[in-house]
């Protein structure tokens, strides 16, 4: 039996050790990586279980990761801090886009469902590009244009929709965007996200995509 003294100091030490570690990670918090809405294997076949897994677990959290390292103890939104990059270092650039146009780009992902656009979206998609069609061409052209490693997005600017690409981890929220608004759907074009399934046809990833588009989310971003 330990002894009454022998038990306090035994209680004493857990509370300081967790305290200690509740500190830790207080201290450590900074920007974290959001979990996935869905199974890995959800937007299969469209986008692959081992491609989604390796894009969540190691590449968008190597951005979370090198962005806390890049800006440690940052309070900061991910908002403002796009909405002032150009007085970041590039390490902050590369990873706090990458951070968020990931924690963007899962939740515009969803299971295959068939649904459309809501009814506002839709004409608001037939005002400006004539057809849903019209518009994913238009999206498709962008995507597949893009050279090297980016980013295809749909926006809202000056309460029109307009389709533009980004280089690398960039978006449109960043102030040194050549086109700047509100992002409400987006397609990541870096080989990483389709390599493995698609190889060197990006035009087939960014065709399966139109399957696997959270309309409800994009309506609710168009929205809001
Ligand atoms: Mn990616």
Known sequence: MMKRTQF???????????SFRSRQINEN??????ALPYAFDALEPHIDKLTMEIHHDRHHKAYVDNLNKALPGSNKSLEELMASISTQPVAVRNNGGG???????WQLLAPASGKQPSAAL????????GSLDNLKSEFNKAATSRFGSGWAWLIVKDGKLTICSTPNQDNPLMDVAEVKGKPILALDVWEHAYYLKYQNKRADYINAFWNVVNW???????NS
Do not use: C, E, R
Not at 29 to 34: A, D, H, K
Not at 123 to 128: G, L
Not at 216 to 221: A, E, I, K, L, P
């Open 99 to 105: 951070h968020w146009n990931h924690s963007f780009f």
């Open 29 to 34: 918090t900074g920007y974290t990586l959001p």
């Open 216 to 222: 409800d989310f994009v309506s609710q971003q168009f």
């Open 8 to 18: 306090l100091k035994f209680m004493g030490a857990g509370l300081l050790l967790s």
């Open 122 to 129: 839709l004409a608001q998609i037939q005002k400006d590009f």
